[in-house]
């Protein structure tokens, strides 16, 4: 859209820095960038995350992001977020007051769209452009869009300046409505600042996991267990955090859309400039629309740790009379209050103390979990209850179960990924998914025991029987230590 003659432009704050001010030099760097990256069968893509550091340290990380783009992509307009590195306010910024120009052009702003935000939602936009005038989170995106799109477009550019999460949540309702396949969103944000090279590849995959989830709270879980680890000079696990907030509540519980990870490297990776002892990490994501695909059942790391938690504080205060403890939904993931089944196992000194499990479930998983938790302990016929003294020396281990998947062709089953139930009238009979791995069976042998050893059918029961696939995640306390 065109701009009035009082317009302002805002001119480049950090070419010559963090990109070549040259514009032959520049187009030469990205080209080099966009040849050496790949490019992932990405379709639908409606977002990508792409860093904003110096273009030596995470231009080929950006470029892999934007690589994901079809050059002939057409769009209304394009929603460029970074959160602010200079002013902290309880809103965004939406840059209105003119276009941005650049080394080797103008990038239009659509100013009406802007103004627009400002005006309806005063309370969650503000025009001031000293936010935009030394921000380089937003700028230094620009000509990576500029070098791979080949149609004309608009930028919307918006600097988050709250670090409410309730905040964040409301701008990203107003904004909700435009990503489709008409627009598309740019997140800027970079991910760990300044710990050493091995605690930052660590951190930076826990944080890459919980993106991937497509859930807020677990991002949040996250990056507050994170910080209470005190790792050695971790300034913050995601610079950006408020921006990659804003877009997930934009697409939290939506099936259709899929977090795609996409390449990772850190400042400690740049050839001639990178130090390993302090370093600033990146990862490029897109983020794709499928209607037709439906995510499977995963636990990203963070839900692992608090299913854990929740047994053991559920045994402790069974042992110590004390009431349980009251868990708000509010603050679980959607992954957490899925109704599926689950197993507890408890390993005293390696051997086993007690399992009991539910294949399938009328409870959130973490009420499951309570449940299965106390049974284990204390009800499980083969052992004695638990005793106080024990608890030093007991590990719990957890199976989640994803929901039952009934299918009508054994050609859906997975051997090794799949578990199986087998339900004909009254009988019925269940394998997890290792003892196809730990058997070797074909899967007509893995069905023909299940039926015979478990339904007790015949050997080919399993043909007229009704058949549900499941998948399971087994995780324990030992390996989840450092979480």
Request: charged letters at 25%.
């Amino acid at each position: 859209m065109k701009n009035t003659s009082a317009s302002i432009d805002r001119p480049p704050a950090v070419a010559g820095k963090f990109y070549s001010a040259d514009p032959e030099r520049l187009q030469k760097d990205l080209s080099d960038y966009f040849s050496s990256t790949k490019r992932l069968k990405s379709e639908n893509v409606r977002a990508v995350m792409s860093p904003h550091a110096g273009y030596v340290f995470s231009g080929k990380i950006a470029a892999s992001a934007f690589n994901q783009l079809a050059e002939n992509a057409e769009y209304e307009r394009i929603f460029v977020i970074g959160s602010s590195h200079h002013h902290s306010f309880g809103k965004a910024a939406v840059y209105c007051d003119g276009d941005f120009t650049m080394p080797y052009g103008t990038e239009k702003v659509d100013v009406e769209f802007g103004k627009k935000l400002t005006k309806e939602f005063p309370d969650l936009f503000t025009s001031n452009p000293e936010v935009h005038k030394q921000e380089h989170s937003i700028e230094v995106q620009l000509p990576f869009l500029h070098f791979k799109l080949k149609k004309d477009y608009t930028i919307v550019p918006i600097i988050i300046g709250t670090s409410d999460p309730s905040v964040c949540k409301k701008i990203a309702t107003v904004l909700k409505p435009y990503l489709n396949a008409d627009n598309l969103f740019v997140i800027s944000t970079d991910f760990s600042h300044y710990p050493k090279y091995a605690d930052a590849v660590k951190s930076d995959a826990a944080t890459k996991d919980a993106i991937i989830s497509n859930d807020p709270n677990t991002l949040m879980a996250m990056l507050a267990g994170n910080a209470a680890k005190h790792i050695p000079n971790l300034v913050t696990s995601l610079c950006g955090w408020t921006s990659v907030l804003t877009l997930m509540y934009m697409t939290a519980e939506n099936d259709s859309i899929e977090y795609q990870p996409i390449e990772y490297c850190n400042s400690g990776d740049a050839e001639h400039y990178g130090e390993r002892n302090r370093v600033v990490g990146y990862w490029s994501m897109a983020v794709c629309e499928n209607q037709n695909h439906k995510k499977e059942f995963m636990l990203a790391n963070a839900e692992k740790s608090k299913l854990l938690q929740i047994a053991r504080k559920t045994i402790e205060n069974k042992l110590n009379n004390q009431k349980k403890e009251t868990i708000m939904p509010d603050e679980l993931t959607s992954t957490l209050k899925t109704n599926c089944g689950a197993f507890v196992t408890i390993h005293k000194n390696g051997r086993l103390r007690g399992c009991i499990g539910r294949l399938t479930g009328n409870l959130p998983l973490y009420k499951m979990v309570e449940e299965m938790a106390v049974s284990a302990a204390f009800h499980d016929p083969r052992f004695e209850p638990l005793q106080k003294n024990e608890l030093p020396d007991i590990e719990i281990e957890i199976s989640a179960l994803s929901p039952l998947k009934k299918i009508s062709n054994i050609s859906e089953i997975e051997l090794g990924k799949h578990g199986v139930l087998i339900q004909e009238g009254y009988h019925s009979g269940v394998f997890l998914p290792q003892v196809a791995t730990d058997t070797s069976w074909t899967k007509e042998e893995f069905l023909g025991h299940c039926a015979r050893d478990k339904a007790g059918l015949s050997w080919d029961g399993w043909k007229n029987a009704n058949l549900f696939i499941f998948t399971a995640t087994v995780f324990s306390e030992g390996e989840h230590k450092s979480i």
